[in-house]
């Protein structure tokens, strides 16, 4: 990988302001070509500990310093990000396969919530409370919550880090954190870049490895760590929950999703499919906030979906690093697998491909981006989350039933709703079950804002206010009269 800053090539696991090796390593490749990129060292649940020992010695000395001097070294780590961002954005793409572009995006998106919450740390203010005695006085402070471990997805390997650990760090806790075993190099190179910053010794540290399962137990039991937030999907998060209960952690989850996507009679139908293409088709289809479900009343459906077929035929396939492509290849091959098993399935049960369907020659983990009409609820790929490139139409007709039908689901994290009616947007965006809406547009996460769902999609926000208060103890007070 030829790279202008070749130093952010790292390999082995950081634990305690070392780089150290592991017992074996675990091979990176590029999910377009399955060419070798490099080994990286397979952490076991031994170097989980020693970082976890690390994150609880370096505490004391991080949360004692001023809010101030947190800021400045967090400051200093996002301008590195910043001067290194096409070097960072050219390793997410070989090993996560998305287009240069969004990882270019994705760089400067997860180096906002550094730069964001270095400045929202030194607002981390308590309460003076009316007292219920004459002469007590009685207050709040926040303070950290200590070591705080966090286990990240493959599919944003920049942004998923800086989300937890900007955060956790501003307000003076220290992390361990183990990327997905996919994309650990984007992790290692964010943490080569945090340990130029001057971030000291054991505040930050990451652990690759396969042994997912005997590192996560020790992420989410050993009891020096106070709190546990995780991204990823539904079913892991359930048994990482389970998992934090022996020591009653504090805990963030973001889950999976089943994102409905409404468009109704009085949409602009041009804004309406940009929107759908935008959040259907970015990296391949495999974003928790992805539209799952699209919903278009029986009137303006043929001309949505003429328009979205179009936009779908337009779009230009291949590895990431190409100039002018829109899509690259799924993360692996088990997900290609999947997707066609659900359009397969759809299909048997009466929906018809209207373009794509099927793998594509470029390399065996690409799928054509797909249009399935005809599609019902009860079909799987709309009760599951299609994390691929198929965008599943039906169709409705009556506003309270396709409401009822977009709830209809276990998952509450992200919808749609395409309407020029504002009367309508407001009384839908509120009938709404999930953490987050939104209206007449298809590109909605920011640093400012708060990110999370409802129901099995999680617990917690990331980002915004929100987000910085997962990180702080509330404690009272009360001063005698
Ligand atoms: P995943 O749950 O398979 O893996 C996520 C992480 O958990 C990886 O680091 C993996 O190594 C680790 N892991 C897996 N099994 C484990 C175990 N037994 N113990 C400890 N760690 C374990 O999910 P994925 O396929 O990497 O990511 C896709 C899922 O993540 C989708 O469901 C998607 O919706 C969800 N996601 C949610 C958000 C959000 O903010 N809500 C964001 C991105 C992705």
Redesign the pocket.
Known sequence: MKLANPDLLKFQNYIDGEWRDAEGTAEVRDPANGELLGKVADGSAADAEAAVAAASAAFPEWSRRTAGERAAVLKRWYQLIMDNSEDLARILTLEQGKPLAEAQGEIIYGASFIEWFAEECRRAYGQTIPSHNPGMRLSTIRQPVGVVTC??????PNA?IT?KAAPALAAGCTVVI?????TPLSALALCRLAEEAGLPKGTINVVTGTD??????V??QDPRVAKFT????????K??MA?CASTVKKMS?????NAPFIVFDDADIDTAVKACVATKFRNAG?????TNRIYVHESVHDEFVEQLRAEVAALKIGHGTEEGVNMGPM?FRR?VDRVQGLVQDAVAAGAKIEIGGEQLPNGENYFAPTLITGVTDNMRIAQE?N?GPIAAVQKFTEEDDVVRRANDTPYG?AAYVMSENIRRANRVVEALEYGMIACNTGVFSTTVAP???TKE??IGR?GGVEGMAEFYETKYCCFGA
């Open positions: 286990i990240t997805p493959w599919n944003f998923m989300r183990k990327p997905a075993l996919e997912a399962p005997g590192i996560g137990r992420l989410t995780f991204t990823g999907s539904t079913a892991v998060g048994l990482l998992q989850m973001e889950l999976g999703g495999q974003v928790c906030v992805a993360i997900a989350e994390f994290l990110f999370g769902g999609s999680g990331e």
